[in-house]
């Protein structure tokens, strides 16, 4: 009787949090209060502090990092979701002596973003209380219904070896049952996306609205059923348009862009998708293998791509697969001794398994030595580059990292392995790399090919550290065209106009002395493409404000300068949503050039017009 009593008032605490909506203070407010009320020992890697938002409220953790997963040492309640306030820890009283700088490294962007969207998050089982508590339920908040969906991921993908977040493991089930846990939780994903878009299509996420999350989900299920050979699975998916005409004219750039058979390297979901279902569903250059960097951690993309991916050709690899799938390749590192040159199978040669810092495999690594590696090349294999015996060899140095991720190393195989016979490409989105390969990067409209010899003039042009190969960056800018429909995601859509954008007006701005036909009709196209109509200007017209001046086309640039400042007066006068401080900062950076530029060429009013406004940026 008495544990019926207990199982009792348990369901009726259940019932009892759920009848009323529980508002939870925010992380910050949690890690504010925490590290002002107690004195907080240092963090640790075998005692690392940590955060848990649970049903039952806000919990503090103390976890040992040196396990795969984490183990939770030890927790306590810090903010009840019953009482709707702090509790009493056994730590320490006192404000924490360097409270500021351990609060600002956990004020953890990711985190903030998943603590904040997800009801519960933070520990292993946050999915299943998620679930448990929201499915099924009616009238749920667009924040609750990305959350379920989020759970609904993560519980699938724990099936996987592509987990993220906190998971349970799936250790000891066999293949069939995994996969089909995965499509059971990624269908209910998908759908609970699909409920969310049609409740509110413009809730923004990180990956853009809820159809763009809707449509990437979708092909993240497609990526990994192509893995297990199970694609089909994801076909009747493919019935409707997934993405918009901007977001798949970027892609089809990107993907026309690359020679026969190449290899393209992407970063993330916006720059990878796209291009996934160019080919998935259009059949539109299935010979380009596309390697999303960050999949590239896992071992099995790295065999898929061996084995080759979808229709295009296997990639090589030099270093072996089984080596890949090694606990110990989650990382390499350096050993610290005096640089020398070495040849990639020297190199090879000399990797070798570390014992890690800690017990357990996981904690394992190869090392790898200090050196600039040699790359040869032949003129044949690329146009417009010069070769003098001199200059034959071309160095990647690996002299500066201290280590290289799984990715990092894959991408240094891939490259070395394949731009002999495959060109090599990275996609403009994939930003810094690991790897100081950037002087040997040359772009051809919206994608970078990697081409490791001397450049000759004719061709090349330089502009704000971009090399441009001149008469592919040209070709392949000017043949994007497209009638820009309405569109499903306007701020992601955005991201991708600006994309294109600086392509457009940095090369032009290059051309502007030797070529200035070819720079006003980079301009001219890229201003009919994104008319202010649809698209506001970006700071970076302001670069092609002062092109059109120096082609002395002195109306054509009078015309983009009093846009700009139309929309930055616009912008400055709405009280709602004022700019920020990196908003302001590039409207002074783009009205100081517009000023500077329209003063060179005598266009008064423009100038007068501009520093108007950097006096208002001032106030």
């Not at 938002?53 to 396990?67: A, I, L, N, S």
């Not at 409270?99 to 933070?122: H, I, L, P, V």
């Not at 969906?149 to 799936?170: E, Q, V």
């Not at 950037?438 to 051809?444: H, R, T």
């Amino acid at each position: 009787m008495k544990s019926f009593l207990l199982l009792f008032a348990s369901f009726c605490f259940a019932v009892s949090l759920h009848a009323r909506e529980v508002v939870y203070p925010q992380l910050r407010t949690v890690i504010d209060k925490l590290f002002n009320s107690y004195d907080v020992p240092e963090t640790r890697a075998e005692s690392n502090l940590h955060f848990a938002k649970k049903p039952e409220g806000w919990f503090v953790q103390w976890t040992d990092q040196t396990t795969t997963p984490e183990k939770v040492k030890s927790e306590e309640l810090f903010w009840s979701a019953a009482k709707s306030k702090f509790v009493k820890l056994s730590m320490k009283p006192g404000k924490t002596a360097i409270a500021n700088d351990m609060k600002s490294s956990m004020y953890n962007e990711s985190q903030t973003y998943s603590f904040t969207r997800c009801a519960y998050w933070g520990y292993i089982g946050w999915d299943k209380d998620v679930i448990r508590n929201f499915a099924g339920k009616t009238n749920l908040t667009d924040t609750l219904l990305e959350g379920l969906a989020r759970a609904y991921t993560n519980l699938a993908f724990g099936y996987t070896d592509h987990p993220f977040g906190f998971h349970n493991s799936s250790a000891g089930l066999d293949s069939k049952t995994k996969l089909d846990s995965f499509v059971y939780y990624q269908q209910l994903c998908i759908a609970t996306y699909d409920r969310l878009r049609k409740q509110n299509p413009d809730h923004d996420m990180l990956a853009g609205s809820a159809h763009t999350k809707y449509s990437g989900e979708i092909m993240a299920f497609y990526d990994y059923l192509l893995i297990s050979g199970q694609e089909a699975i994801a076909k009747p998916y493919f019935n409707e348009s997934l993405f918009d005409t901007i977001i798949l004219a970027s892609a089809r750039a990107m993907l026309s862009a690359c020679g026969t058979n190449g290899i393209l390297f992407t970063n993330g979901d916006n720059d990878t998708f796209p291009l996934e279902y160019l080919q998935a569903v259009r059949g539109f250059r299935t010979d380009v293998t596309v390697m999303n960097i960050s999949m590239m951690a896992l071992s099995s993309t790295l065999a898929q791509a061996s084995r080759g991916k979808g229709k295009a050709l296997p990639v090589k690899f030099s270093y072996g697969m089984e080596n890949y799938s090694n606990d110990a390749s989650q990382y390499f590192r350096r050993e610290i001794s005096e640089p020398t040159t070495s040849t990639f199978n020297a190199f090879l040669s000399k990797i070798e398994k570390q014992p890690g810092d800690f017990d357990g495999p996981e904690d394992d690594y190869f090392s790898y030595p200090t050196c600039s590696l040699e790359v040869r090349s032949s003129t044949a294999s690329f146009k417009n580059f010069e070769n003098p015996a001199s200059d034959s060899i071309a160095f990647i140095p690996l002299t500066y990292q201290t280590y290289l991720y799984r990715s990092d190393f894959a991408q240094l195989d891939i490259i070395l392995s394949n731009y002999k016979t495959r060109p090599v490409y990275f996609a403009i989105t994939t930003g810094q790399l690991n790897l100081d390969i950037e002087k040997y990067l040359f772009n051809v409209g919206m994608i970078r090919q990697f081409i490791p010899l001397q450049m000759r003039h004719g061709n090349i042009k330089s502009e704000f550290g971009e090399n441009f190969l001149q008469e592919e960056a040209y070709s392949n800018l000017m043949k994007i065209n497209f009638v820009a429909a309405p569109v499903l995601d306007k701020e992601n859509d955005y991201r991708f106009v600006a994309n294109f954008k600086i392509q457009f007006i940095l090369l032009a701005h290059a051309l502007t002395s030797e070529n200035p036909e070819k720079a006003i009709r980079l301009l001219d196209h890229c201003d009919l493409l994104f008319p202010s109509s649809q698209w506001k200007y970006d700071p970076i017209w302001a670069y092609g404000v002062q092109a059109y001046y120096e082609c002395r086309q002195k109306e054509k640039g009078d015309k983009i300068a009093f846009k700009m400042c139309d929309e930055f007066e616009k912008q400055l006068a709405d009280k709602k949503n004022p700019p920020g401080a990196d908003d302001r900062n590039n409207m002074r950076a783009s009205l100081k050039i517009i000023r500077y530029s329209a003063l060179e060429f005598k266009r008064v009013e423009v100038a007068d017009r501009a520093e108007v406004l950097m006096v208002r940026l001032t106030e």
